[in-house]
């Protein structure tokens, strides 16, 4: 059942690529990552579901899931889609391990250092649009850049839980947009790997606020 639930998300998610127009900002950001390859690409939650279709062909990216149930069915989609997985997920409190948070850090490691893309949600849950530590120090030991992204639809139902989960609709005008990379020195201390996590957290806001800005530039707002 949960393959048949991400099978089928994963074509409707593919509809809505391909029945919409997407700006991209920067124009150029693909021939300018090109030379920072593997990176970190930072995503909030609840806003991440078409991330899958930025990948190029020719590049390889894995993507972290959590290890609940409905992750087993955003892996199912996002496998579905052609993006490796890893299962795991961050936490503000003191049951990392259990979430999977250790291995799955050391397997995004791994992938880096193996030249694959990894993307991941810099919020950890339950803490909406605050980036947590992991992906800073993520950055600090792999010593790839953090690009924050973002895809936004005009077109879309927004839901009223803890991450404001986004559903993109098909039909209409989107915008994927990315900040300026930001790197972490592997020498950081306490106080310089704040400071990044601040910039990421401030990075991801702006690219989702300048996404939905062009996305609602054309045909008025319509939030569902």
Known sequence: MQRAIGIAAAEYLRLVWNTSRFD??????????????PVI????????FLAPFIKQPQHRAKVLVSRHRDGAINAVAAEWLGVETIRGSGTHGTDFSKKGGIPAFNEMLAAL??????????DVPKVSRVCGMGIIKLASMSG????PIAIA?????VLDNWDHTTINLPFGHGAR??????????????????AARQAVEAGLNAATER?????????????G
């Open 24 to 37: 991209l900002e920067p124009p150029d950001v693909y021939e300018t990552a090109i030379r920072e390859l």
């Open 41 to 48: 690409l930072a995503m909030w939650h609840g806003q991440h």
């Open 113 to 122: 250092e193996d030249g694959c893309n990894v993307a991941l949600t810099a």
């Open 144 to 147: 790839r850049a953090i690009y």
């Open 153 to 157: 639809t005009r077109r879309r139902v």
């Open 177 to 194: 947009v990315a900040g300026a990379p930001i790197h972490v020195p592997a020498d950081a201390d306490a106080a310089m790997l704040e």
């Open 211 to 223: 996404a939905y800005e062009l996305a609602d530039r054309r045909g008025g707002r319509n939030r």
